[in-house]
Nanobody
Framework: VQLVESGGGSVQPGGSLRLSCAASGFTLNDHVMGWFRKAPGKEREGVSCIVSSDGSTYYADSVKGRFTISSDNAKNTVYLQMNSLKPEDTAVYYC???????????????????????????WGQGTLVTVSS
């Protein structure tokens, strides 16, 4: 199982970026895929996740209405479209997957204890997003 993120960069406030997470070694359609972020001096937090089989999504309150998660099962890739970016969105963004969909969902939404995210099956290497004027 391998996850490779791309698409990070530096933008001004109000700008947009689209992150990609290319998955290999498993079929996206059978899993829940999630995005987390880790800002300097802050704990890692769940940002968004998607049930690839039916398109159900979750967004953290801090990004709701600005970020959109989607999946292209043919390309085995998950995307995170980030619009109206704010300086507080600056972080390293990671995608993750687990063989137990409910575990991944719980980790992203915060329903599960934070320690659960440390035991997810696979993480990408992370991609840095910097929002600054």
């Amino acid at each position: 199982v391998q996850l490779v993120e791309s698409g990070g960069g530096s933008v001004q406030p109000g700008g947009s970026l689209r992150l990609s997470c290319a998955a290999s070694g498993f079929t996206l359609n059978d899993h829940v895929m999630g995005w987390f972020r880790k800002a300097p001096g802050k704990e890692r937090e769940g940002v968004s996740c998607i049930v690839s089989s039916d398109g159900s999504t979750y967004y953290a309150d801090s990004v709701k209405g600005r970020f959109t998660i989607s999946s292209d099962n043919a390309k085995n890739t998950v995307y995170l479209q980030m619009n109206s970016l704010k300086p507080e969105d600056t972080a390293v963004y990671y995608c993750a997957v687990d063989s137990v969909p409910a575990k991944l969902w719980g980790a992203v939404t915060g329903i599960a204890p934070k320690s659960v995210s440390n035991t997810l099956d696979a993480w990408g290497q992370g991609t840095l997003v910097t929002v600054s004027s």
